[in-house]
């Protein structure tokens, strides 16, 4: 099991990889070098995830059907190859977009629709294959191994970046994007290589299940009273922890007079802290409840959020790094938990269709954090003058919605999902949503 583990991790990593040259760097260089319009620029990087709700589809559609005895594997090796080519192509929408608007939108639909359809293919089926080939004890390691390996990935991918675009020029920018491009392909395929089991008999009831929608599959997922909250919880909070994404880096360069080269390694320094967290989280879940731990890791963001916001009126970057450093912290007690409580809010045989609902909420929650944290941002500089007073303003938004989703945390209960899901099964349900 531990070799799958690491395969596994590689195929996390692989994805992970072709995500962070985008939000660690390429939106710096569109905000602050380029003066592009932060909305904007949210509304690019955002557009991946506008076609989420494929991924309830992809998961239950991957759940009864098969391409060459394999139900994840053909989507994850599509996925990860079009998220290599629009990580490859999007620095070109940043330089074009900045020459010709037009063409620049045209260039980033492309890009950024080829990076997002890749990572709603890939994300929800090796989820869903990391459910299958755990069981539920061993759930929590596979997820700590997995995310272990992404941000020691995430580490290493922004140190090197940073050293590859120093000094910056468009064309450093443009070859480091297409060298991490292709690491994350090369190490993705070794991750694929005999990692799913290939299944010879035919599903006997997956002709009578395909005639029910995806919709109607989301209406019975959201049908149990937690899975519904715990689904709203979910966006909430990753709106809070993944809105700030494509603003750190440019507030630490508005606020600090940060170089190119040094706002890169704030993704690094922001990973040693999660990795951190992550060791002490396996530590701590043989100890703690997960719910606990979710709660904790929550009050961890909502104090780094309020450190990196006083930074801005202080104006001193070791306020900022102490706030990373509680971020940092509180993300990665945060994942763990989370993602640990998410495949427990599973059902055997539609573990698919569930991940591609939780799938679906991580995409929706990257929409909305990125559109609002760039149009707050531009908004309060707008009316005020002062885009760091704008920054300021975002970082506080985003610490209120942690701190609701710390009160939303207490009415979530895992035992009475899976007594709710014994009742009744999800394509019974689904049918019911049909006749409806």
């Not at 941002?377 to 300021?392: A, E, F, K, P, W």
Request: proline share 2%.
């Amino acid at each position: 099991m531990l070799r799958r583990r690491i395969q596994l991790g590689l195929v996390h990593v692989a994805v992970t990889m072709t995500l962070v040259p985008i939000n660690s760097t390429l939106n710096r260089v569109m905000i602050k070098e380029l003066a592009i319009s932060a909305t904007l620029v949210a509304l690019m990087a955002s557009l991946p995830y506008l076609i989420s709700p494929i991924q309830v589809y992809i998961g239950s559609h991957s759940d009864r059907n098969r391409f060459f005895g394999l139900r994840r594997t053909p989507y994850i090796l599509l996925g990860l190859v079009l998220c290599v080519g629009g990580v490859s192509l999007s620095p070109y929408v940043a330089f074009v977009l900045a020459e010709n608007f037009w063409l620049g939108i045209l260039v980033g639909i492309v890009a950024f629709g080829a990076w997002g359809m890749g990572y709603n293919l890939a994300a929800v089926s090796y989820l869903s294959l990391a459910t299958e080939l755990s069981d539920k004890e061993g759930r929590g390691r596979t997820i700590a191994v997995m995310w272990f390996m992404m941000i020691v990935s995430i580490i290493l991918t922004s140190v090197t970046l940073s050293r590859m675009v120093d000094p910056y020029t468009p064309q450093a920018l443009m070859t480091s994007f297409q060298w991490i491009g292709g690491a994350a392909l090369a190490l993705g395929l070794i991750g694929l290589l005999w990692l799913e089991k290939r299944e010879i008999q035919a599903d006997a009831d997956a002709e009578t299940e395909s005639r029910y929608s995806w919709l109607h599959m989301t209406r019975a997922v959201m049908s149990n009273p937690q899975a519904y909250r715990f689904f709203w919880y979910l966006i909430l909070l990753l709106v809070a922890i993944l809105g700030q994404d494509i603003l750190l880096e440019p507030f630490a360069g508005e606020a600090f007079d940060m170089s190119v080269t040094e706002t890169t390694r704030i993704t690094s320094i922001w990973g040693v802290f999660v990795l951190v967290a992550l060791l002490l989280t396996g530590w701590l879940e043989t100890r703690f409840d997960k719910r606990t731990l979710a709660a904790w890791g929550g009050w961890a963001v909502l104090f780094g959020f309020l450190m990196i916001a006083i930074s801005g009126f202080t104006l001193r970057s070791g306020v900022f790094y102490t706030g990373l450093m509680f971020l940092g912290l509180g993300t990665g007690v945060s994942t763990v938990s989370n993602l640990s409580l998410m495949l427990d809010m599973t059902v055997d045989g539609q573990v698919g269709l569930f991940i591609g609902a939780w799938g679906m909420a991580n995409a929706i929650s990257r929409l909305i954090g990125s559109i609002l944290g760039g149009a707050v941002r531009d908004v309060v500089r707008q009316v005020t003058g002062d885009s760091i007073l704008g920054y300021i303003v975002v970082f506080a938004v985003m610490g209120v919605m942690v701190f609701v989703t710390l009160i939303m945390l207490r009415n979530i209960d895992v035992r009475a999902f899976r007594k709710r899901a014994d009742e009744t099964s999800v394509v019974e349900r689904a049918a019911l949503a049909g006749d409806a």
